[in-house]
Protein backbone atom coordinates (compact mmCIF):
# COMPACT_ATOMS: atom_id res chain seq x y z
CA UNK A 1 0.00 0.00 0.00
CA UNK A 2 1.23 3.79 -0.57
CA UNK A 3 1.45 6.16 1.44
CA UNK A 4 -0.50 9.27 3.18
CA UNK A 5 -0.03 12.23 1.45
CA UNK A 6 2.91 14.42 2.54
CA UNK A 7 1.24 16.87 3.87
CA UNK A 8 -0.70 14.57 6.88
CA UNK A 9 1.24 14.76 10.15
CA UNK A 10 -0.90 12.19 12.09
CA UNK A 11 -3.77 9.53 11.75
CA UNK A 12 -6.54 8.19 14.00
CA UNK A 13 -6.38 4.75 12.39
CA UNK A 14 -8.90 1.23 12.87
CA UNK A 15 -7.96 -1.73 11.05
CA UNK A 16 -10.42 -4.75 9.82
CA UNK A 17 -12.12 -6.27 7.86
CA UNK A 18 -15.24 -4.70 8.66
CA UNK A 19 -17.79 -6.84 6.66
CA UNK A 20 -21.14 -5.61 7.06
CA UNK A 21 -20.17 -2.51 8.60
CA UNK A 22 -22.62 -3.19 11.25
CA UNK A 23 -23.78 -1.54 14.26
CA UNK A 24 -20.45 -2.40 16.06
CA UNK A 25 -18.28 -1.49 13.09
CA UNK A 26 -20.29 1.59 12.86
CA UNK A 27 -19.08 2.20 16.73
CA UNK A 28 -15.65 2.13 15.81
CA UNK A 29 -16.07 4.33 12.82
CA UNK A 30 -17.68 7.13 14.51
CA UNK A 31 -15.18 7.39 17.49
CA UNK A 32 -12.20 7.29 14.87
CA UNK A 33 -13.60 9.85 13.00
CA UNK A 34 -14.44 12.15 16.15
CA UNK A 35 -10.83 11.37 17.94
CA UNK A 36 -9.53 12.59 14.56
CA UNK A 37 -11.29 15.87 14.65
CA UNK A 38 -10.63 16.52 17.82
CA UNK A 39 -7.03 16.23 16.94
CA UNK A 40 -6.84 17.88 13.75
CA UNK A 41 -5.71 14.45 12.63
CA UNK A 42 -7.07 12.43 9.37
CA UNK A 43 -9.07 9.14 10.41
CA UNK A 44 -8.24 6.10 8.57
CA UNK A 45 -9.94 2.99 8.11
CA UNK A 46 -7.19 -0.09 6.83
CA UNK A 47 -9.76 -2.91 5.61
CA UNK A 48 -8.93 -5.32 3.04
CA UNK A 49 -9.99 -7.41 0.13
CA UNK A 50 -10.14 -10.37 -0.11
CA UNK A 51 -11.05 -11.37 3.19
CA UNK A 52 -8.13 -12.80 5.23
CA UNK A 53 -9.79 -15.88 5.67
CA UNK A 54 -9.87 -16.53 2.29
CA UNK A 55 -5.94 -16.44 2.27
CA UNK A 56 -4.89 -18.34 4.98
CA UNK A 57 -8.27 -20.85 5.67
CA UNK A 58 -10.10 -21.02 2.44
CA UNK A 59 -11.96 -24.10 4.01
CA UNK A 60 -13.63 -22.05 6.66
CA UNK A 61 -13.83 -18.45 4.93
CA UNK A 62 -17.68 -17.05 4.97
CA UNK A 63 -19.49 -16.00 2.62
CA UNK A 64 -19.42 -11.94 2.57
CA UNK A 65 -22.73 -9.69 3.70
CA UNK A 66 -20.60 -6.68 1.57
CA UNK A 67 -19.03 -7.06 -1.30
CA UNK A 68 -16.05 -4.71 -2.08
CA UNK A 69 -18.33 -2.13 -3.94
CA UNK A 70 -20.93 -2.63 -1.70
CA UNK A 71 -18.61 -2.08 1.46
CA UNK A 72 -17.05 1.52 -0.69
CA UNK A 73 -21.00 2.78 -1.13
CA UNK A 74 -21.82 1.96 2.51
CA UNK A 75 -18.45 3.77 4.41
CA UNK A 76 -18.81 6.53 2.12
CA UNK A 77 -21.26 7.54 4.56
CA UNK A 78 -19.32 7.98 6.99
CA UNK A 79 -17.09 11.06 5.90
CA UNK A 80 -13.68 9.68 6.74
CA UNK A 81 -10.45 11.44 5.66
CA UNK A 82 -9.12 7.69 3.90
CA UNK A 83 -10.37 4.49 3.31
CA UNK A 84 -7.57 2.10 2.18
CA UNK A 85 -8.59 -1.47 0.60
CA UNK A 86 -5.05 -3.46 1.09
CA UNK A 87 -4.76 -6.31 -1.13
CA UNK A 88 -4.64 -9.22 1.95
CA UNK A 89 -1.95 -11.70 0.36
CA UNK A 90 -0.16 -14.82 1.96
CA UNK A 91 3.22 -12.46 2.58
CA UNK A 92 0.76 -9.93 4.19
CA UNK A 93 -0.21 -12.81 6.57
CA UNK A 94 2.50 -13.75 7.67
CA UNK A 95 3.53 -10.07 9.23
CA UNK A 96 4.16 -10.20 12.76
CA UNK A 97 1.66 -7.91 14.99
CA UNK A 98 5.52 -6.15 15.45
CA UNK A 99 5.92 -5.41 11.78
CA UNK A 100 2.46 -4.86 10.94
CA UNK A 101 3.00 -1.68 13.75
CA UNK A 102 6.22 -0.73 12.52
CA UNK A 103 6.10 -0.75 8.57
CA UNK A 104 2.18 -0.31 8.53
CA UNK A 105 0.51 1.99 11.52
CA UNK A 106 3.61 3.57 12.27
CA UNK A 107 5.57 4.06 8.59
CA UNK A 108 2.88 4.51 6.30
CA UNK A 109 -0.11 6.01 8.04
CA UNK A 110 1.48 7.96 10.55
CA UNK A 111 -0.53 6.66 13.55
CA UNK A 112 -1.01 9.02 16.71
CA UNK A 113 -3.81 6.47 17.89
CA UNK A 114 -5.34 3.52 16.75
CA UNK A 115 -9.19 2.13 17.98
CA UNK A 116 -10.11 -1.12 17.82
CA UNK A 117 -12.96 -3.35 18.62
CA UNK A 118 -13.06 -5.33 21.66
CA UNK A 119 -12.69 -9.08 20.43
CA UNK A 120 -10.03 -7.25 17.84
CA UNK A 121 -6.70 -9.99 16.54
CA UNK A 122 -4.14 -9.09 13.96
CA UNK A 123 -0.88 -9.85 12.87
CA UNK A 124 0.33 -13.89 12.41
CA UNK A 125 -2.13 -16.24 14.07
CA UNK A 126 -4.39 -13.21 15.30
CA UNK A 127 -1.51 -12.39 18.24
CA UNK A 128 -2.29 -8.74 18.16
CA UNK A 129 -4.68 -8.46 20.69
CA UNK A 130 -5.40 -5.18 22.76
CA UNK A 131 -2.55 -5.92 25.30
CA UNK A 132 0.19 -6.14 22.57
CA UNK A 133 -1.11 -2.92 20.82
CA UNK A 134 -1.03 -1.09 23.68
CA UNK A 135 2.91 -2.47 24.48
CA UNK A 136 3.78 -1.39 20.93
CA UNK A 137 1.67 1.56 20.89
CA UNK A 138 4.07 2.65 24.04
CA UNK A 139 7.22 1.60 22.22
CA UNK A 140 5.95 3.44 19.00
CA UNK A 141 3.94 6.51 20.64
CA UNK A 142 0.88 5.90 19.46
CA UNK A 143 -2.46 5.63 21.66
CA UNK A 144 -4.89 2.59 21.91
CA UNK A 145 -8.66 2.77 22.24
CA UNK A 146 -10.56 -0.13 22.46
CA UNK A 147 -14.27 0.32 21.76
CA UNK A 148 -16.90 -2.45 23.64
CA UNK A 149 -19.38 -4.71 21.46
CA UNK A 150 -22.89 -3.06 20.94
CA UNK A 151 -25.72 -5.02 21.75
CA UNK A 152 -28.83 -6.13 20.41
CA UNK A 153 -31.24 -7.89 22.66
CA UNK A 154 -28.43 -8.70 24.45
CA UNK A 155 -26.19 -10.47 22.30
CA UNK A 156 -23.47 -8.30 21.29
CA UNK A 157 -23.48 -7.69 17.02
CA UNK A 158 -21.29 -9.80 15.23
CA UNK A 159 -20.75 -10.73 11.58
CA UNK A 160 -20.87 -13.98 12.01
CA UNK A 161 -24.46 -13.56 14.10
CA UNK A 162 -25.86 -11.52 11.31
CA UNK A 163 -24.94 -14.18 8.68
CA UNK A 164 -26.65 -16.80 10.35
CA UNK A 165 -29.52 -14.29 10.54
CA UNK A 166 -29.36 -13.36 6.82
CA UNK A 167 -28.63 -17.74 5.70
CA UNK A 168 -31.88 -17.91 7.80
CA UNK A 169 -34.18 -15.69 6.27
CA UNK A 170 -34.39 -13.74 8.94
CA UNK A 171 -34.16 -10.58 7.63
CA UNK A 172 -35.29 -8.20 10.94
CA UNK A 173 -32.65 -9.64 12.68
CA UNK A 174 -29.82 -8.67 10.14
CA UNK A 175 -31.23 -5.55 9.99
CA UNK A 176 -31.13 -5.00 13.32
CA UNK A 177 -27.52 -5.59 14.04
CA UNK A 178 -26.42 -3.77 10.37
CA UNK A 179 -28.63 -0.43 11.34
CA UNK A 180 -30.18 -0.98 7.81
CA UNK A 181 -32.20 -3.91 5.93
CA UNK A 182 -29.57 -6.42 4.19
CA UNK A 183 -29.10 -5.26 0.39
CA UNK A 184 -27.89 -6.69 -2.84
CA UNK A 185 -27.31 -5.19 -5.96
CA UNK A 186 -27.88 -6.30 -9.71
CA UNK A 187 -28.34 -5.28 -13.17
CA UNK A 188 -32.03 -5.80 -14.91
CA UNK A 189 -31.89 -8.29 -17.43
CA UNK A 190 -34.37 -10.07 -20.00
CA UNK A 191 -35.38 -13.64 -19.07
CA UNK A 192 -38.04 -15.87 -20.03
CA UNK A 193 -40.98 -13.39 -19.51
CA UNK A 194 -43.29 -15.94 -17.75
CA UNK A 195 -44.15 -13.76 -15.16
CA UNK A 196 -45.71 -10.78 -17.53
CA UNK A 197 -47.86 -13.73 -19.31
CA UNK A 198 -48.72 -14.60 -15.79
CA UNK A 199 -49.65 -11.60 -14.95
CA UNK A 200 -47.03 -10.33 -12.68
CA UNK A 201 -44.27 -8.75 -14.56
CA UNK A 202 -40.97 -9.11 -12.98
CA UNK A 203 -37.61 -8.07 -13.63
CA UNK A 204 -34.86 -10.56 -13.59
CA UNK A 205 -31.44 -9.41 -12.05
CA UNK A 206 -28.14 -10.48 -12.82
CA UNK A 207 -26.71 -12.95 -9.76
CA UNK A 208 -23.72 -11.19 -7.79
CA UNK A 209 -20.36 -12.20 -7.19
CA UNK A 210 -20.54 -15.96 -5.54
CA UNK A 211 -18.90 -14.95 -2.70
CA UNK A 212 -21.84 -12.48 -1.52
CA UNK A 213 -24.45 -13.91 0.90
CA UNK A 214 -27.93 -14.81 -0.43
CA UNK A 215 -30.51 -14.74 1.98
CA UNK A 216 -32.22 -18.17 2.32
CA UNK A 217 -34.36 -18.78 -0.73
CA UNK A 218 -37.69 -17.74 -0.63
CA UNK A 219 -40.64 -14.96 -1.58
CA UNK A 220 -39.44 -11.75 0.39
CA UNK A 221 -41.29 -7.91 1.00
CA UNK A 222 -38.23 -6.51 -0.52
CA UNK A 223 -37.50 -1.98 -1.00
CA UNK A 224 -35.75 -1.73 -4.56
CA UNK A 225 -33.92 1.35 -5.84
CA UNK A 226 -34.06 2.00 -9.56
CA UNK A 227 -32.78 5.09 -10.62
CA UNK A 228 -33.91 7.87 -8.29
CA UNK A 229 -37.15 5.72 -7.20
CA UNK A 230 -37.92 3.76 -3.84
CA UNK A 231 -40.15 1.09 -4.65
CA UNK A 232 -41.82 -1.21 -2.83
CA UNK A 233 -42.28 -5.14 -4.41
CA UNK A 234 -42.02 -8.98 -4.01
CA UNK A 235 -38.90 -11.13 -4.90
CA UNK A 236 -38.35 -14.38 -5.77
CA UNK A 237 -35.28 -15.97 -4.76
CA UNK A 238 -34.11 -19.15 -5.34
CA UNK A 239 -35.21 -22.51 -7.73
CA UNK A 240 -38.44 -22.28 -10.05
CA UNK A 241 -39.54 -25.99 -9.55
CA UNK A 242 -43.38 -25.30 -11.12
CA UNK A 243 -41.37 -25.14 -14.28
CA UNK A 244 -39.29 -27.55 -15.04
CA UNK A 245 -35.30 -27.15 -16.37
CA UNK A 246 -35.53 -23.22 -15.17
CA UNK A 247 -32.89 -22.42 -13.34
CA UNK A 248 -32.66 -20.62 -10.01
CA UNK A 249 -33.12 -16.94 -10.50
CA UNK A 250 -33.69 -13.43 -8.40
CA UNK A 251 -37.06 -12.01 -9.79
CA UNK A 252 -38.57 -8.84 -8.64
CA UNK A 253 -41.60 -7.76 -9.17
CA UNK A 254 -42.13 -3.87 -8.36
CA UNK A 255 -45.54 -3.34 -7.05
CA UNK A 256 -47.73 -0.83 -9.21
CA UNK A 257 -44.88 -0.39 -11.22
CA UNK A 258 -45.16 -0.14 -15.11
CA UNK A 259 -41.74 1.32 -16.81
CA UNK A 260 -38.77 -0.40 -19.15
CA UNK A 261 -36.12 -0.81 -16.99
CA UNK A 262 -33.71 -3.00 -18.37
CA UNK A 263 -30.58 -2.40 -18.34
CA UNK A 264 -30.74 -0.04 -14.99
CA UNK A 265 -29.20 -1.29 -11.48
CA UNK A 266 -31.51 -1.84 -9.30
CA UNK A 267 -30.49 -2.41 -5.09
CA UNK A 268 -32.87 -4.66 -3.37
CA UNK A 269 -33.31 -4.33 0.49
CA UNK A 270 -34.60 -7.52 2.30
CA UNK A 271 -38.04 -6.71 4.70
CA UNK A 272 -39.09 -9.75 5.37
CA UNK A 273 -39.11 -13.71 3.99
CA UNK A 274 -43.06 -14.24 3.21
CA UNK A 275 -42.76 -18.00 2.60
CA UNK A 276 -40.61 -20.86 1.49
CA UNK A 277 -40.26 -21.73 -2.11
CA UNK A 278 -42.97 -24.24 -3.14
CA UNK A 279 -43.87 -26.38 -6.82
CA UNK A 280 -47.32 -25.79 -8.01
CA UNK A 281 -49.24 -28.46 -10.07
CA UNK A 282 -50.37 -26.08 -12.36
CA UNK A 283 -50.12 -22.39 -13.60
CA UNK A 284 -53.55 -21.44 -12.49
CA UNK A 285 -52.50 -22.69 -8.81
CA UNK A 286 -49.33 -20.77 -9.29
CA UNK A 287 -51.02 -17.44 -9.75
CA UNK A 288 -53.20 -17.70 -7.21
CA UNK A 289 -50.34 -18.33 -4.70
CA UNK A 290 -48.77 -14.91 -6.35
CA UNK A 291 -51.95 -12.95 -6.07
CA UNK A 292 -51.57 -14.07 -2.18
CA UNK A 293 -48.42 -12.93 -1.81
CA UNK A 294 -48.85 -9.76 -2.79
CA UNK A 295 -52.03 -9.26 -0.53
CA UNK A 296 -49.15 -10.39 1.85
CA UNK A 297 -46.65 -7.83 0.78
CA UNK A 298 -49.21 -4.99 0.97
CA UNK A 299 -50.38 -6.09 4.19
CA UNK A 300 -46.88 -6.08 5.56
CA UNK A 301 -46.17 -2.83 3.81
CA UNK A 302 -49.52 -0.80 5.38
CA UNK A 303 -48.51 -2.77 8.54
CA UNK A 304 -44.99 -1.21 8.78
CA UNK A 305 -45.31 2.29 6.73
CA UNK A 306 -42.82 0.85 4.38
CA UNK A 307 -40.53 2.05 6.70
CA UNK A 308 -36.93 0.40 7.70
CA UNK A 309 -34.40 1.84 9.28
CA UNK A 310 -31.68 2.83 6.91
CA UNK A 311 -29.16 4.59 8.83
CA UNK A 312 -25.53 4.10 8.80
Known amino acids: MSGLPAHVRETVVTVGTFDGVHLGHQAILRRIRRRARALDAWSVLLTFDPHPLRVVRPDVAPPLLTIPNEKK ?3 AQFDLDCVAFVPFTTEFSRYSPEKFVEEV ?4 LRASELVI ?5 FGRGRTGDADVL ?4 ALHGFEVGV ?3 VAVDGSAISSTRIRRAVAAGDMETAAAGLGRPYSLRGTVVH ?3 RGRTLGFPTANLTPPPPDKLLPAEGIYAVRASVGTELREGLLHLGPRPTFAGSPPAIELFLIDFDRDIYGERVVVEFLHRLREVRAFATE ?3 IEQMQRDLEAGREFFSRSGGDADDGA
Do not use: M, S
Open 105 to 108: LVRR
Open 117 to 121: GYDHG
Open 134 to 137: ERLG
Open 191 to 193: GLE
Open 284 to 286: AGL
Open 73 to 75: EIL
Open 147 to 149: VGG
